[in-house]
């Protein structure tokens, strides 16, 4: 099949691109590349949702800690030598050979389905400075409409129950007051859908597009693809060059690309085609994350004992507290579930996970710096990440801190047992900014508002690398707003 749309990466980024195109233009023949490996036998599954116990036993025990960092932990397939050895996973950038240091928990997936094989599914809305400023309130808001659909945003699979209840009334008596109007403590929306019979399934890439699991005339996978460079004919790009695991290398034509690499490897793509507009991989841009636990008696919140989660989950509720601005400027993410015996027959204690997201400065200085003479150790321009925190930054994470301590004993009481840490630059795998867009091609931004990259038509990118603002929350939210734009582009300019 000779595609009309190419698309760069199988997450839930490059699903949403497809899921938009096939919609708006159904005829579409769409080629979609990765350069992992299948994972588990049904392409782009979450892991959560795996037929295999042993993959699902992994992936409960690491997310049921409530540290993304434990991606990159237990859940990590290790050094990455090379490609034809290299294992589905999620490898530590670092492993690759990338100077990282500065954020050194930083890490991407490799594998067909991407992060959305084994993202945590929380869909808090993004809301005031998260937003671009150049995109109307209305179009934003239909956009995000559209993103809540390919994503099975629920709000009433994990909770409230009398416990979650009690845990809402105690931040709210806390911290009702400094927060806007319905930004209140509340339920966390999740893709996730289903019944408590059939058990509850994350929104992966394979839901959000079918046909990376069905298979269609009009579509094409193909893994074990690593995008070496992009073509380009003049002003246009006219396909990708793509490597299996063995070196051997062809071409994929196309009127249409999207990089959809993540927000690491999209501006490494971009960089190795020679396509390097001023603000390509700066503008890095990640919060800072602080998360901590605290032990909670039931009596203490006024519930009759500790909540037992539905099966195959860990936590019973997930909820958050938005930010409200300079005020309460913080993302929480808040969820509750039992503390279970050494031998696991028995809930000893009720849990409640607290992490605190903190806002960091957007500027160009934090960057990711690409090498035209060294290579990775899959053959792609080696990069070095420049990234720290401004002084204004640190005093915001001391007052997270503050807050966090505020909360724990607005839940667990004043003498409950609690504990804190503020991981690693990298640890929440919520990066952004790196092909950013803007209004304007000023030298600023790498993409228009509708992720067409500036100055190479048939051009796009989407996906978290190309949020301009400085996203509180998770970014998948946000990101697949991106998709969905890109997507509306591409279906306009392919045409009838």
């Known amino acids: 099949m000779t595609p009309e749309l190419l698309i760069v990466g199988s997450g839930i980024m490059g699903a949403a691109v497809a899921a938009e195109v096939r919609r708006l233009r159904p005829h579409t023949r769409i080629t979609m590349v990765e350069a992992g490996p299948l994972l588990g036998t049904v392409p782009a599954q979450h892991l959560h949702d795996v037929a295999e116990e042993s993959e699902r036993a992994s992936y409960n025990a690491n997310v049921a800690a409530g540290v993304q960092s434990m991606y990159v932990g237990a859940a990590t397939a290790g050094h990455f030598s090379d490609r034809a050895s290299a294992a589905p996973g999620l490898y530590a950038f670092g492993a690759l050979g990338h100077r990282s240091d500065a954020m050194p928990a930083a890490a991407s997936a490799w594998n067909v389905g991407g992060m959305g094989s084994r993202w945590t599914a929380a869909c808090p809305t993004p809301w005031g400075s998260e937003i671009p400023t150049f995109i109307s309130p209305a179009e934003w808001a239909d956009d995000y409409d559209r993103t809540r659909r390919l994503l099975r945003v629920t709000t009433d699979r ?78 246009r790009a006219r396909g990708v060059e793509i490597a299996d695991p063995t070196g051997a290398t062809r071409v994929v034509e196309a009127s249409a690309v999207v990089v959809c690499a993540d927000a690491l490897r999209s501006p490494q793509l971009l960089f190795a085609s020679g396509i390097r507009p001023p603000a390509l991989g700066r503008y890095l841009n990640e919060h800072a994350f602080l998360t901590g636990r605290v032990f909670a008696e039931p009596g203490t919140l006024g519930v009759g004992g500790v909540p037992i989660p539905r099966p195959g989950e860990w936590m019973s509720d997930s909820l958050w507290l938005p930010h409200s601005g300079s005020a309460q400027p913080f993302h929480w993410q808040v969820s509750v579930g039992p503390l279970y015996s050494d031998d696991l027959t028995d809930a000893v204690a009720m849990a409640v996970s607290i992490s605190v997201y903190v806002p960091t400065t957007v500027r160009a200085e934090s960057r990711i710096e690409f090498s035209d003479t060294e290579t990775d150790a899959a053959g792609m321009p080696l990069a070095h990440i420049v990234y720290e925190y401004t002084d204004e930054d640190l005093a915001l994470i001391e007052r997270a801190r503050e807050q966090q301590q505020r909360a724990f004993e607005a839940v667990g009481g004043a003498d409950a047992l609690a504990d804190t840490l503020l991981l690693p630059p990298g640890s929440s795998l919520h990066y952004s900014g790196t092909v950013r867009m803007g209004a304007a091609d000023d030298g600023t931004s790498v993409t228009d508002p509708e992720g067409r990259v500036w100055g190479v038509q048939g051009l796009y990118a989407a996906g978290n690398g190309v949020l301009p603002t400085a996203v509180v929350a998770n970014v998948t939210p946000a990101g697949t707003v991106t998709a969905v734009r890109a997507g509306r582009s591409v279906a306009a300019a392919l045409g009838e």
Not at 212 to 218: C, D, K, P, R, T
């Open 158 to 235: 994990f909770g409230p129950t009398p416990a979650g209840s009690a845990v809402i009334d105690a931040l709210t008596d806390a911290f009702g007051a400094v927060s806007a109007p319905g930004r209140g403590p509340q339920i966390m929306p999740m893709a996730v859908s289903g019944s408590s019979a059939g058990g509850l399934r994350r929104t992966d890439p394979g839901r959000i597009f079918p046909e990376i699991v069905a298979g269609s005339e009009l579509f094409e996978l193909i893994p074990d693809a690593l995008a070496r460079r992009i073509l380009v004919d003049g002003d």
